[in-house]
Protein backbone atom coordinates (compact mmCIF):
# COMPACT_ATOMS: atom_id res chain seq x y z
CA UNK A 1 0.00 0.00 0.00
CA UNK A 2 1.70 2.83 -1.07
CA UNK A 3 0.77 6.60 -1.68
CA UNK A 4 2.75 10.28 -2.25
CA UNK A 5 3.24 10.72 1.54
CA UNK A 6 6.66 10.87 3.20
CA UNK A 7 4.82 10.18 6.46
CA UNK A 8 5.93 6.10 7.11
CA UNK A 9 4.44 6.14 10.76
CA UNK A 10 1.94 8.07 12.80
CA UNK A 11 1.22 8.60 16.51
CA UNK A 12 -1.70 8.06 18.05
CA UNK A 13 -1.87 10.70 20.93
CA UNK A 14 -4.58 8.42 22.52
CA UNK A 15 -8.43 9.24 24.88
CA UNK A 16 -6.57 11.67 26.99
CA UNK A 17 -3.34 13.19 27.03
CA UNK A 18 -3.83 13.24 31.50
CA UNK A 19 -1.26 10.74 32.19
CA UNK A 20 -2.34 10.18 36.02
CA UNK A 21 -5.96 8.65 34.47
CA UNK A 22 -3.49 6.20 32.21
CA UNK A 23 -3.39 3.84 34.25
CA UNK A 24 -6.97 3.32 35.81
CA UNK A 25 -8.22 3.70 32.31
CA UNK A 26 -6.10 1.12 30.84
CA UNK A 27 -7.96 -1.36 33.58
CA UNK A 28 -11.24 0.26 32.86
CA UNK A 29 -10.75 -0.46 29.06
CA UNK A 30 -8.89 -3.65 29.68
CA UNK A 31 -12.49 -5.19 31.94
CA UNK A 32 -14.40 -3.69 28.74
CA UNK A 33 -12.22 -5.31 26.82
CA UNK A 34 -12.46 -8.66 28.30
CA UNK A 35 -15.94 -8.54 28.96
CA UNK A 36 -16.67 -7.65 25.69
CA UNK A 37 -14.57 -11.44 24.04
CA UNK A 38 -16.25 -13.32 26.55
CA UNK A 39 -20.15 -12.20 26.35
CA UNK A 40 -19.83 -12.03 22.19
CA UNK A 41 -17.45 -15.39 22.09
CA UNK A 42 -20.06 -16.95 24.53
CA UNK A 43 -23.56 -16.05 22.51
CA UNK A 44 -21.95 -17.19 18.78
CA UNK A 45 -21.28 -20.36 20.97
CA UNK A 46 -24.66 -20.71 22.33
CA UNK A 47 -26.45 -19.83 19.06
CA UNK A 48 -24.27 -22.65 17.35
CA UNK A 49 -24.54 -25.22 20.39
CA UNK A 50 -28.53 -24.92 20.53
CA UNK A 51 -30.53 -26.11 17.39
CA UNK A 52 -33.98 -23.97 19.02
CA UNK A 53 -31.83 -20.95 18.07
CA UNK A 54 -31.04 -21.53 14.79
CA UNK A 55 -34.01 -19.08 13.46
CA UNK A 56 -33.57 -15.83 11.18
CA UNK A 57 -33.73 -14.05 14.50
CA UNK A 58 -30.60 -15.37 15.90
CA UNK A 59 -28.54 -15.49 12.90
CA UNK A 60 -29.18 -12.07 12.55
CA UNK A 61 -27.74 -11.93 16.27
CA UNK A 62 -24.70 -14.32 15.30
CA UNK A 63 -23.76 -12.06 12.98
CA UNK A 64 -23.95 -8.77 15.10
CA UNK A 65 -22.06 -10.59 17.58
CA UNK A 66 -19.47 -11.37 15.34
CA UNK A 67 -19.03 -8.01 13.73
CA UNK A 68 -19.03 -6.90 17.56
CA UNK A 69 -16.08 -9.08 18.90
CA UNK A 70 -13.84 -8.52 15.43
CA UNK A 71 -15.02 -4.67 15.78
CA UNK A 72 -12.85 -4.70 19.56
CA UNK A 73 -10.24 -6.73 18.23
CA UNK A 74 -9.53 -4.23 15.76
CA UNK A 75 -9.81 -0.82 17.82
CA UNK A 76 -9.15 -2.08 21.07
CA UNK A 77 -5.37 -3.37 21.57
CA UNK A 78 -4.26 -0.57 20.00
CA UNK A 79 -5.96 1.85 22.18
CA UNK A 80 -4.89 0.05 25.41
CA UNK A 81 -1.28 0.52 24.40
CA UNK A 82 -2.07 4.43 24.18
CA UNK A 83 -2.19 4.09 28.02
CA UNK A 84 0.79 1.88 28.63
CA UNK A 85 3.61 3.50 26.02
CA UNK A 86 5.08 6.67 25.97
CA UNK A 87 4.85 7.09 22.29
CA UNK A 88 1.87 4.43 20.88
CA UNK A 89 3.48 4.25 16.58
CA UNK A 90 1.59 2.90 14.03
CA UNK A 91 2.82 2.76 10.40
CA UNK A 92 0.93 3.90 7.69
CA UNK A 93 -0.24 0.28 6.28
CA UNK A 94 -0.95 -0.47 9.71
CA UNK A 95 -3.06 2.68 10.23
CA UNK A 96 -4.57 2.09 6.73
CA UNK A 97 -5.50 -1.19 7.62
CA UNK A 98 -6.93 -0.33 10.95
CA UNK A 99 -9.07 1.96 9.30
CA UNK A 100 -10.48 -0.11 6.61
CA UNK A 101 -11.68 -2.73 8.89
CA UNK A 102 -13.01 -0.22 11.37
CA UNK A 103 -15.39 0.94 8.34
CA UNK A 104 -16.15 -2.46 7.16
CA UNK A 105 -17.26 -3.64 10.38
CA UNK A 106 -19.28 -0.37 11.02
CA UNK A 107 -20.65 -0.33 7.83
CA UNK A 108 -21.83 -3.88 8.06
CA UNK A 109 -23.52 -3.55 11.57
CA UNK A 110 -25.66 -0.52 10.16
CA UNK A 111 -27.03 -3.00 7.02
CA UNK A 112 -27.07 -6.05 9.91
CA UNK A 113 -28.93 -4.10 12.37
CA UNK A 114 -31.53 -2.68 9.63
CA UNK A 115 -31.89 -6.69 8.19
CA UNK A 116 -32.88 -6.96 11.97
CA UNK A 117 -35.77 -4.44 11.91
CA UNK A 118 -36.93 -5.91 8.51
CA UNK A 119 -36.94 -9.37 10.46
CA UNK A 120 -39.00 -8.17 13.60
CA UNK A 121 -41.17 -6.61 11.12
CA UNK A 122 -42.02 -9.58 9.05
CA UNK A 123 -42.47 -11.56 12.87
CA UNK A 124 -45.18 -9.18 14.02
CA UNK A 125 -46.84 -7.69 11.31
CA UNK A 126 -46.96 -11.08 9.18
CA UNK A 127 -46.32 -13.80 11.56
CA UNK A 128 -48.07 -16.29 9.25
CA UNK A 129 -45.75 -15.46 6.30
CA UNK A 130 -42.54 -15.32 8.62
CA UNK A 131 -40.88 -18.85 7.91
CA UNK A 132 -41.60 -18.46 3.86
CA UNK A 133 -40.36 -14.45 4.16
CA UNK A 134 -37.52 -15.03 6.17
CA UNK A 135 -36.27 -18.22 4.86
CA UNK A 136 -32.66 -19.04 5.34
CA UNK A 137 -31.56 -18.10 1.46
CA UNK A 138 -33.06 -14.73 1.75
CA UNK A 139 -31.11 -14.35 5.67
CA UNK A 140 -28.15 -15.42 3.57
CA UNK A 141 -28.81 -12.94 0.95
CA UNK A 142 -29.15 -10.10 3.30
CA UNK A 143 -26.11 -11.12 5.71
CA UNK A 144 -24.03 -11.69 2.31
CA UNK A 145 -25.32 -7.93 0.95
CA UNK A 146 -24.45 -6.41 4.14
CA UNK A 147 -20.81 -7.60 4.32
CA UNK A 148 -20.52 -6.54 0.65
CA UNK A 149 -21.74 -3.41 1.28
CA UNK A 150 -19.54 -2.55 4.21
CA UNK A 151 -16.62 -3.67 2.59
CA UNK A 152 -17.38 -1.35 -0.41
CA UNK A 153 -17.78 1.80 1.53
CA UNK A 154 -14.84 0.37 3.44
CA UNK A 155 -12.91 0.33 0.26
CA UNK A 156 -14.04 4.20 -0.41
CA UNK A 157 -12.30 5.24 2.63
CA UNK A 158 -9.31 4.19 2.75
CA UNK A 159 -8.93 4.72 -0.73
CA UNK A 160 -9.59 8.16 -0.24
CA UNK A 161 -7.14 8.11 2.68
CA UNK A 162 -4.56 6.47 0.83
CA UNK A 163 -4.53 8.94 -2.08
CA UNK A 164 -3.73 11.73 0.30
CA UNK A 165 -0.36 12.98 1.18
CA UNK A 166 0.73 13.08 4.58
CA UNK A 167 4.06 15.13 4.64
CA UNK A 168 4.13 17.32 7.39
CA UNK A 169 2.97 16.23 11.41
CA UNK A 170 2.27 12.71 11.90
CA UNK A 171 0.08 13.08 14.89
CA UNK A 172 -3.48 11.61 15.18
CA UNK A 173 -5.29 12.92 18.16
CA UNK A 174 -7.00 9.79 18.69
CA UNK A 175 -6.66 6.71 19.60
CA UNK A 176 -7.50 5.18 16.19
CA UNK A 177 -7.21 5.25 12.35
CA UNK A 178 -10.81 7.48 11.87
CA UNK A 179 -11.20 9.17 8.60
CA UNK A 180 -11.57 13.13 10.11
CA UNK A 181 -8.15 12.63 11.95
CA UNK A 182 -6.74 12.25 9.10
CA UNK A 183 -7.99 14.24 6.92
CA UNK A 184 -6.77 17.15 9.68
CA UNK A 185 -3.27 16.23 9.09
CA UNK A 186 -3.20 15.80 5.23
CA UNK A 187 -1.04 18.41 3.34
CA UNK A 188 -3.07 18.02 -0.03
CA UNK A 189 -6.72 19.29 -0.94
CA UNK A 190 -9.20 17.58 1.41
CA UNK A 191 -12.26 18.76 0.20
CA UNK A 192 -13.40 15.76 -2.57
CA UNK A 193 -12.34 13.12 0.30
CA UNK A 194 -14.87 15.01 2.68
CA UNK A 195 -17.34 15.05 0.41
CA UNK A 196 -17.60 11.12 -0.37
CA UNK A 197 -17.05 10.95 3.60
CA UNK A 198 -20.33 13.13 4.04
CA UNK A 199 -22.46 11.56 0.81
CA UNK A 200 -21.67 7.54 1.98
CA UNK A 201 -22.04 8.41 5.81
CA UNK A 202 -25.34 10.20 5.27
CA UNK A 203 -26.38 7.88 2.50
CA UNK A 204 -25.95 4.83 4.67
CA UNK A 205 -27.01 6.68 7.74
CA UNK A 206 -30.44 8.10 5.96
CA UNK A 207 -31.28 5.00 4.36
CA UNK A 208 -30.83 2.82 7.28
CA UNK A 209 -32.66 4.83 9.58
CA UNK A 210 -35.40 5.31 6.93
CA UNK A 211 -35.79 1.68 7.08
CA UNK A 212 -35.70 1.02 11.02
CA UNK A 213 -38.04 3.80 11.45
CA UNK A 214 -40.70 2.28 8.96
CA UNK A 215 -40.52 -0.86 9.88
CA UNK A 216 -41.07 -0.09 13.43
CA UNK A 217 -43.72 2.42 12.38
CA UNK A 218 -45.70 -0.72 10.38
CA UNK A 219 -44.72 -2.81 13.63
CA UNK A 220 -46.20 0.10 16.03
CA UNK A 221 -49.32 0.33 13.64
CA UNK A 222 -50.33 -3.39 13.67
CA UNK A 223 -49.54 -3.53 18.08
CA UNK A 224 -52.03 -0.88 18.03
CA UNK A 225 -54.56 -3.26 16.89
CA UNK A 226 -53.58 -5.51 19.54
CA UNK A 227 -56.16 -5.21 22.07
CA UNK A 228 -54.17 -7.84 24.86
CA UNK A 229 -51.94 -7.14 27.25
CA UNK A 230 -49.89 -10.46 26.19
CA UNK A 231 -50.02 -9.10 22.40
CA UNK A 232 -48.18 -5.73 23.65
CA UNK A 233 -45.78 -8.15 26.09
CA UNK A 234 -44.66 -10.33 23.12
CA UNK A 235 -44.37 -7.35 20.67
CA UNK A 236 -42.02 -5.28 23.71
CA UNK A 237 -40.25 -8.15 24.35
CA UNK A 238 -39.44 -9.23 20.57
CA UNK A 239 -37.83 -6.10 19.83
CA UNK A 240 -37.33 -3.96 22.99
CA UNK A 241 -33.68 -5.66 22.58
CA UNK A 242 -33.32 -4.60 18.81
CA UNK A 243 -34.36 -1.30 19.84
CA UNK A 244 -31.94 -0.37 22.63
CA UNK A 245 -29.00 -1.65 20.42
CA UNK A 246 -30.26 0.45 17.76
CA UNK A 247 -30.33 3.62 20.11
CA UNK A 248 -27.29 3.20 21.81
CA UNK A 249 -25.37 2.60 18.82
CA UNK A 250 -26.99 5.61 15.90
CA UNK A 251 -27.30 7.41 19.09
CA UNK A 252 -23.69 7.72 19.70
CA UNK A 253 -21.95 7.29 15.96
CA UNK A 254 -24.25 10.91 15.55
CA UNK A 255 -22.83 12.55 18.34
CA UNK A 256 -19.08 11.41 17.19
CA UNK A 257 -19.54 13.34 13.42
CA UNK A 258 -22.16 16.43 15.57
CA UNK A 259 -19.59 19.07 15.16
CA UNK A 260 -20.63 21.41 17.99
CA UNK A 261 -17.67 23.67 18.05
CA UNK A 262 -13.77 23.57 16.23
CA UNK A 263 -12.34 23.47 19.29
CA UNK A 264 -14.35 20.86 20.82
CA UNK A 265 -15.58 18.84 18.27
CA UNK A 266 -12.38 16.28 18.21
CA UNK A 267 -13.06 15.74 22.52
CA UNK A 268 -16.69 15.40 21.60
CA UNK A 269 -16.04 13.01 18.86
CA UNK A 270 -13.43 10.70 20.48
CA UNK A 271 -15.64 10.68 23.96
CA UNK A 272 -18.83 9.43 22.20
CA UNK A 273 -16.63 7.10 19.67
CA UNK A 274 -16.36 5.34 23.10
CA UNK A 275 -19.46 4.25 22.97
CA UNK A 276 -19.20 2.37 19.92
CA UNK A 277 -15.91 1.27 19.47
CA UNK A 278 -16.12 0.11 22.73
CA UNK A 279 -19.73 -0.10 25.12
CA UNK A 280 -21.24 -0.93 22.44
CA UNK A 281 -20.07 -3.98 21.28
CA UNK A 282 -20.09 -5.28 25.24
CA UNK A 283 -23.74 -4.46 25.67
CA UNK A 284 -25.39 -6.54 22.97
CA UNK A 285 -24.47 -9.92 24.12
CA UNK A 286 -26.18 -8.69 27.96
CA UNK A 287 -29.10 -7.12 25.96
CA UNK A 288 -29.51 -9.57 23.80
CA UNK A 289 -29.24 -12.43 26.83
CA UNK A 290 -30.53 -10.41 29.97
CA UNK A 291 -33.88 -9.96 28.34
CA UNK A 292 -34.15 -13.09 26.53
CA UNK A 293 -35.81 -16.46 27.73
CA UNK A 294 -34.18 -18.66 24.79
CA UNK A 295 -30.63 -17.37 25.38
CA UNK A 296 -31.09 -17.78 29.30
CA UNK A 297 -32.87 -21.62 28.58
CA UNK A 298 -29.86 -22.65 26.42
CA UNK A 299 -27.12 -20.93 29.07
CA UNK A 300 -28.71 -23.37 31.30
CA UNK A 301 -28.63 -25.93 28.59
CA UNK A 302 -25.13 -25.57 27.84
CA UNK A 303 -24.02 -25.41 31.81
CA UNK A 304 -26.01 -28.63 32.37
CA UNK A 305 -23.76 -30.69 29.28
CA UNK A 306 -20.48 -29.26 31.07
CA UNK A 307 -21.66 -29.78 34.17
CA UNK A 308 -22.05 -33.61 33.31
Excluded at 77 to 91: A, G, H, T
Excluded at 145 to 165: E, K
Aim: with cysteine; charged share 10%.
Amino acid sequence: MENDSSVMEFILVGLTDQSQLHLPLFFLFLLNYVFTVVGNLSLINLICLNSHLHTPMYFFIFNLSFIDLCHSLVITPKMLMNFVSEKNVISFTECMTQLFFFCFFVHSECYVLTAMAYDRYVAICKPLLYTVTMSSQVCSLLMFGSYVMGFAGAMVHTGDMVRLSFCDSNIISHYMCDIFPLLQLSCSSTYASELVTSVIVGTVGIISSFIIFISYALILSSVLHVSSAQGWSKAFSTCGSHIVTVGLFYGSGLFTHLKTSPAGSMGQGKFFSVFYTNVVPMLNPLIYSLRNKDVKCALKKTLKRIAN
